[in-house]
């Protein structure tokens, strides 16, 4: 089913590369047809004012001595307007030839705005089932000649064949509703589901993109799900970035958070849990920083410093290597500890730099007994507790009987979840109940601390912690 008395400008080009802001038109071709008939044919090579790629040459066959006299796209716009004035501008993957066609129309100081149809989309939604609606596979599949492949008017003559096709088994009237200005067909991802996206709610939450494989390849957050999709394919920017991402995009599912904080931490572990390919941001897992303790072969307690790893359990970590030194050094210098044995000092002979100033008591060279050295390793552990507070954030959960809770347990993000609205927690362990286990990394900490230094005080609510809570910590963490 057609729209009464339309004529579609079925168009194709070739270029110098897929950046619209930076590549150029070599050749284009129009098809003109009623969607039944081919009523005429334009096509011209153009000289795209710059040297076209060896890739591109090798993959097109047009070199750059073919296009050296052809005429520039501003001498050709007569001939393009005559073709597509008053037409439907249709092609395959249609907003790459439309972009480049509109940005060269910008350059010669023209404008060119066109109804347009994609005949992927249509062809997905007219003719589904097939496993591939690139134009070369799906003509192989439909019987549709296609010859001069990866030249404009090879491309375009099977084009219109294809919209011929279309035209009459589209019983349900998809090409009309695509034609409706309201409609999003045109601006959607040419395998991506109208139906999919318009099940997207208008709420806060997290959406992750699915290339045909149903792999993660990009997470995002957004306060309004729907418009927040929506803006990654409106607008007038088209780059080859761009335009690969879409095209990769085959499916969307969204994930409603309940607030800020829940969103942004869902996001965080999707990203590195996936590791998606459009991603940037947190995808490297930067590790924290911890202070550790042990107890030396001669029985003297020690401290170091290193990174934190996925199941360890640290006396209390940091954003940095810097910050955690300058808390051992305080640290040391409080309870008057060997600084050789927390790590601080690297001596080549037994002693410490320290000891030998006489600001060191001498358990380095075995001076001081370890029951003596040992008590005040101990209240130094102490310390560390008191400046490591375990505590939940609490927030606003996905209906009025829950509260979203994030658990820190000394300082270190263990991962989130929802309880009761009536329900008292004042331990890890309790906390432990209801969260699911995540994992702690510098992202996730910038990502704390910034909210909470933000949020309300009643947000939080400090909690006691104990060995029994670490033991169980010690290899449930988020499997990555």
């Not at 096509?43 to 520039?72: C, F, K």
């Not at 972009?99 to 062809?123: D, P």
């Not at 360890?312 to 210098?333: G, H």
Request: aromatic share 10%; net charge negative.
């Amino acid at each position: 089913m057609k729209p009464t008395h339309a004529i579609y400008a079925v168009t194709d080009i070739e270029t110098t590369g897929g950046s619209i802001a930076h590549g150029r038109i070599t050749e284009i071709a129009i098809v003109l047809t009623d969607g039944e008939q081919i009523i005429d044919r334009f096509s011209t090579l153009v000289n795209p004012e710059q040297l076209i790629p060896p890739n591109i040459t090798h993959l097109t066959g047009i070199t750059n001595e073919m296009v050296a006299n052809a005429p520039l796209f501003h001498e050709i716009i007569p001939q393009i307007e005559s073709f597509t004035q008053g037409a439907i501008f249709v092609a395959h993957n249609v907003n790459f030839d439309y972009g480049f066609i509109r940005e060269s129309y910008n350059r010669a100081g023209e404008r060119f705005q066109r109804k347009k149809l994609c005949t992927v989309r249509l062809s997905r939604k007219i003719i589904p089932g097939f496993p591939s609606y690139s134009l070369g596979k799906i003509c192989g599949q439909l019987g549709i000649p296609l010859t001069d492949r990866h030249r404009a008017l090879g491309d375009a003559d099977a084009t219109a064949l294809l919209l011929h096709l279309l035209v009459e088994k589209d019983t349900k009237g998809f090409i009309k509703e695509s034609l409706n200005p309201r409609s999003k067909e045109a601006i959607l991802p040419p395998h991506l589901d109208k139906e999919k996206f318009e099940s997207i709610p208008n709420e806060m939450g997290v959406y992750s993109f699915y290339n045909q494989k149903g792999k993660v390849i990009y997470v995002g957050k957004a306060i309004d799900l729907k418009k927040r999709v929506h803006a990654h394919f409106s607008g007038n920017t088209n780059t080859k970035s761009k335009n690969n991402f879409a095209e990769n995009i085959h499916d969307v599912s969204v994930e409603i958070c309940s607030n800020e904080l829940i969103m942004m931490l869902t996001e965080a572990h999707a990203i590195k849990k996936h590791w998606p390919i459009y991603n940037r941001s947190m995808k490297k897992v930067t590790l924290n920083y911890g202070l550790y303790s042990y107890i030396d072969q001669n029985g003297y307690g020690r401290f170091t410093l290193g990174r934190t790893g996925k199941h360890d359990r640290p006396l209390i970590s940091f954003r940095s290597a810097y910050e955690s030194r300058k808390y051992l050094e305080v640290l040391c210098a409080q309870f008057e500890l060997c600084p050789k044995l927390c790590s601080l000092q690297t001596p080549q002979h037994t002693s410490c730099y320290s000891y030998e100033v006489d600001e060191c008591k001498g358990a380095c060279v075995e001076e001081e007994s370890v029951t003596d050295y040992n008590q005040r390793f101990e209240k130094a552990i102490l310390e560390t507790d008191k400046e490591n507070n375990s505590f939940i954030i609490r927030g606003k959960g996905r209906n009025d009987e829950v509260n979203s809770i994030v658990l820190l347990q000394k300082g270190r993000y263990k991962g989130y979840g929802e309880a009761p609205k009536d329900a008292v927690i004042t331990s890890v362990e309790e906390a432990l109940d209801y969260i699911n286990y995540g994992y702690d990394d510098q992202d996730i900490q910038v990502l704390i601390n910034a909210y909470v230094r933000k949020c309300d005080e009643n947000e939080l609510v400090w909690i006691t912690h104990s060995e029994t809570a670490n033991a169980h910590f010690g290899g449930l963490l988020f499997d990555l």
